[in-house]
């Protein structure tokens, strides 16, 4: 009788754990947003200062993660994403006991750099524990992570600072993150780095026409969405939402951020491209639908749920979109220009968002931003070759030698 192939098996375990991953790379990201009044009264700052140190830290990713990507493509991948989460425990508690502002700031730039690390990383990871067939639906449960830490993480480590003290949080966000470190130590299987053989330089995964222009997608739906979702507070307030009720409908708007990546999982994997299109259209027409739409708090708020819904849909597209469009063996640098893109939109977009604010009011805010992710549309359908396929067509390895050929193997697939 002649033996048939088994397919490999689902890697659940691991792809929750580096799930856990994710949503203390968020929570440790966002965590200063919810204790912003706290911290700058207890280091004797203005709140836009300490505004900064969210800024910044977003703006250390989006220079340094290819670079450090590349510095770090050679080593071995689960070692490299257990040092990052040591690293991130490691910087909250450096925030934690700061008594100065400059010390804080020295927290967030070292955290800052471990982002740059750990996006640079994470994606590529992943796409070697999963044949190309189901990495979209491995992408998706691994940034779910980030979803869960808008919607559980950041408002639990909120409440906390409030009861005891915003350094208490940090401290409980270190602890947790070391745990995970030390359980991502004994479960997670061994992933090689790249080798010299293999290793392929930035300018070359730069250059390739698919990585271009879903990067560029990708910094110009950012730019835009966060240019909006910035001050999306005061944009609110100034729809008639009272402040006690910008909590739940915050909360609302992370739900509907839930249902996105859900329905972005279903499709991921069997029509891309009809996804990044669907998700792109619905976005640009809930930020438009906000610019012309009268005030009322319950218009407000059902074009940003619908909004989130969209984006939080895109932002797990874009990265199996990468992943996808790299040359073979290139998989973790284009991540990491995928999180400069991603993190250059955050980081503009409240620059550019924080000037129409100022110059032309809350009411302008959605519509420069539906022009920028309107462009991000003309994105996708130019990448109709390139980048954004109609479907995904997987050449599925050979049967590993060993378990360390496994990985490296399972990398491959090309679009079609």
Same mark, same amino acid.
């Given at each position: ?17 580096? /799930?856990?991953?994710? *949503? ?47 510095a770090t493509a050679r080593l071995p991948r ?14 909250? =508690? ?42 979209? #639906?491995?992408?998706?449960?691994? *940034? ?24 208490? %949080? ?15 130590? #004994?479960?997670? @299987? ?14 070359? +995964? ?7 222009? =879903?990067?560029?997608?990708t910094a110009l739906t950012m730019l835009g ?13 100034? %729809?008639? +939402? ?13 739900? /509907? ?10 499709? =991921?994997? #069997? ?13 640009? /027409?809930? &930020? +438009?639908?906000?610019? =012309?739409?009268?005030?009322? @708090? ?5 074009? $940003?749920?619908?909004?989130?819904l969209a984006l939080n849909g895109l932002a797990? &597209?874009?990265? /199996? ?13 284009? %991540?990491? &220009? ?45 990448? #109709?070759?390139?980048? *954004?396929?109609? $479907?995904?067509?997987? $050449? ?21």
């Amino acid at each position: 009788m002649e033996n048939t192939p088994r397919a490999a098996p689902w890697p659940l375990a691991s792809l929750l754990l580096v /799930a856990a991953g994710t *949503f203390l790379s968020v929570t440790t990201e966002m965590l200063p947003m919810g204790l912003l009044s706290s911290i700058s009264h207890d280091l004797r700052v203005s709140e836009p200062s300490v505004g900064l140190l969210v800024t910044g830290y977003a703006l250390m990713v989006a220079l340094f993660a290819a670079p450090l990507g590349r510095a770090t493509a050679r080593l071995p991948r689960r070692a490299l994403f257990v040092g990052t989460l040591v690293a991130y425990a490691g910087s909250s =508690v450096l925030m934690a006991v700061s008594t100065a502002y400059p010390i804080a700031a020295v927290a967030r730039l070292l955290g800052g750099l471990t982002h740059g690390v750990f996006w640079a990383m994470v994606a590529g990871y992943v796409a070697r524990l999963v044949p190309p067939e189901r990495l979209g #639906r491995a992408v998706t449960i691994v *940034f779910s992570g980030g979803t869960v830490a808008v919607l559980v993480g950041v408002p639990l480590g909120t409440g906390l600072g409030v009861a005891i003290g915003w350094r208490a %949080s940090f401290l409980a966000l270190s602890g947790a993150t070391a745990l995970v470190a030390l359980v991502a130590s #004994r479960l997670l @299987p061994p992933m090689p780095g790249e080798t010299a053989a293999t290793e392929t330089s930035l300018v070359r +995964v730069l250059r390739t026409p698919s990585v271009t222009v =879903v990067a560029v997608t990708t910094a110009l739906t950012m730019l835009g969405y966060f240019a909006f979702y910035t001050y999306i507070s005061p944009f609110l307030q100034a %729809s008639g +939402v009272a402040e006690k009720t910008l909590g739940p409908a915050l909360f609302g708007y992370g739900v /509907a951020g839930a249902v996105g990546l859900f329905l972005a999982g279903m499709l =991921v994997d #069997r029509r891309p491209r009809l996804a990044m299109l669907s998700g792109g259209g619905i976005l640009t /027409a809930a &930020l +438009v639908f906000l610019a =012309v739409a009268p005030d009322g @708090p319950v218009l407000a708020v059902a074009g $940003v749920m619908v909004a989130g819904l969209a984006l939080n849909g895109l932002a797990v &597209l874009v990265q /199996a979109a990468i992943l996808r469009a790299a040359p073979p063996q290139a998989g973790d640098t284009a %991540s990491a &220009l995928n999180a400069s893109a991603f993190n250059l939109g955050i980081g503009g977009g409240a620059l550019l968002g924080g000037q129409v604010l100022a110059g032309w009011g809350t009411g302008a805010l959605p519509a420069v931003a539906a022009v920028l992710t309107a462009a991000g549309l003309l994105g996708v359908l130019y990448g #109709r070759r390139d980048g *954004f396929p109609a $479907v995904i067509e997987t $050449v599925r390895p050979p049967a590993p030698r060993s378990p360390e050929d496994r990985p490296a193997e399972y990398g491959a697939g090309r679009t079609s």
